[in-house]
């Protein structure tokens, strides 16, 4: 039985003072109960984990490596489109040759990706921001 569990029946089998008698000092005089440093350590500390705080632990987790395999997915997506090597969309429609159809491309659509580049950064940091605050926790 644990310490809270105790004390509440020490509680309930404590006839209550009669008109005109004083009450016991503090609400747990005469009950038999000593509270000591150990004793109510051991009571704070006597409650065995949840299976429920198991489970969301186990699903934060889960979510967690999906997030970061989400961050990793779209920033490589973000380096195709927009990258510095030379082989990322930008990189093969600015050194297109004249009169091709990379070029073409290139004059109509290079704003567009660079947009589409920068909101698929502006996604990515915001995924690592949730994912670091889910961290802390």
């Known amino acids: 039985m644990s310490y809270f569990e105790k004390k509440f029946e020490m509680l309930l089998e404590q006839p209550e003072p009669m008109v005109g008698e004083e009450?016991?000092?503090?609400?747990?005089?005469?009950?038999?109960?000593?509270?000591?440093?150990?004793?109510?350590?051991?009571?704070?500390?006597?409650?065995?984990?949840?299976?429920?705080?198991?489970?969301?632990?186990?699903?934060?987790?889960?979510?967690?490596?999906?997030?970061?395999?989400?961050?990793?997915?779209?920033?490589?997506?973000?380096?195709?489109?927009?990258?510095?090597?030379?082989?990322?969309?930008?990189?093969?429609?600015?050194?297109?040759?004249?009169?091709?159809?990379?070029?073409d491309v290139s004059r109509s659509e290079t704003k567009k990706i660079a947009r589409i580049a920068q909101d698929l950064s502006g996604l990515v940091e915001s995924l690592k921001g949730y994912l670091l605050s889910a961290e802390e926790e």
């Open 23 to 103: 009450p016991a000092e503090g609400p747990m005089a005469g009950a038999g109960v000593e509270e000591t440093p150990e004793t109510l350590e051991t009571a704070v500390d006597d409650v065995a984990p949840s299976p429920v705080v198991n489970y969301k632990k186990e699903q934060l987790s889960g979510m967690k490596s999906s997030l970061q395999e989400w961050i990793t997915k779209v920033d490589g997506f973000n380096q195709f489109l927009n990258g510095l090597e030379g082989n990322s969309m930008q990189s093969q429609l600015n050194t297109a040759d004249c009169d091709t159809l990379f070029n």
